[in-house]
């Protein structure tokens, strides 16, 4: 089993729509948990960074963290062509090895116009 | 733009060979990481070092190997290059806090 599941997708979702991605995770010392958007053939861009459990909001874009559940939501409002990429989150146990990111398999999401 | 620079962007090699992927940090930024990206794997974190010392290891390959250097720059030695080798190398860097920032990658062709 991996540490970090997260559905390949692909989501496709006509413009202005609400997206919910998803990942679960198996190893309770997971504290710090980001969200990228890597669009095709591109490094991954940072969204979102959550420590340990809440909510956090971006524009349209919010990400939620229910550690008891072990399960991370990113929600994308009034979605955008310009959205689709693929989402990958990641997580780690702690500050000093925050580089050693666990990464979910990514989801290829689609906004279509 | 991150701030963190890859070179060279794409290569292709034959099996056995060697190569050097390059990465220049954010400024600032003592951290570097190297991670690969393969369409069966996801994105696999190979080995980080802060300040020109090995921090942390990862999934990296006896035939793989890296360092940073004194001015913070690293490189990622590839050597006995097999197919399934061939992937994109992503090099990232981070400063005081827990976020890390990608480059743009290098995409490996093994042929």
């Known amino acids: 089993q991996k540490e970090v599941e997260q559905d390949p997708g692909p989501l496709s979702v006509p413009e202005g729509a609400i997206v919910s991605l998803n990942c679960t995770y198996s190893n309770s010392a997971f504290q710090y948990f980001m969200w990228y958007r890597q669009y095709s053939r591109k490094g991954p861009e940072l969204l979102m960074y959550t420590y340990s459990s809440g909510n956090k909001e971006d524009g349209r874009f919010t990400a939620q963290v229910d550690k008891s559940s072990k399960y991370i939501s990113l929600f994308i409002r009034d979605s955008q062509p310009s959205d689709s990429a693929t989402y990958l989150c990641?997580?780690?146990?702690?500050?000093?090895?925050?580089?050693?990111?666990?990464f979910g398999q990514g989801t290829t999401l689609q906004v279509k116009p | 733009d991150s701030g963190v620079t890859q070179t060279p962007k794409h290569l292709i090699t034959a099996t056995g060979q060697r190569v050097t992927l390059r990465c220049s940090p954010r400024?600032?930024?003592?951290?570097v990481y190297w991670y690969q990206q393969s369409l069966d794997q996801g994105l696999q974190f190979l080995i980080q070092y802060y300040n020109g010392e090995e921090r942390a290891k990862g999934n990296i390959l006896e035939r793989f190997s890296a360092q940073q250097f004194p001015d913070l720059h690293s490189e990622l030695n590839l050597s006995s290059l097999e197919l399934g080798d061939s992937a994109l190398y992503f090099c990232?860097?981070?400063?005081?806090?827990?976020?890390?920032?990608f480059g743009e990658g290098s995409w490996l062709t093994v042929v």
């Open positions: 990232a860097s981070s400063g005081q806090g827990p976020t890390i920032y």
């Open positions: 990641a997580m780690s146990a702690g500050a000093s090895n925050t580089g050693k990111l666990i």
């Open positions: 400024s600032g930024d003592l951290s």
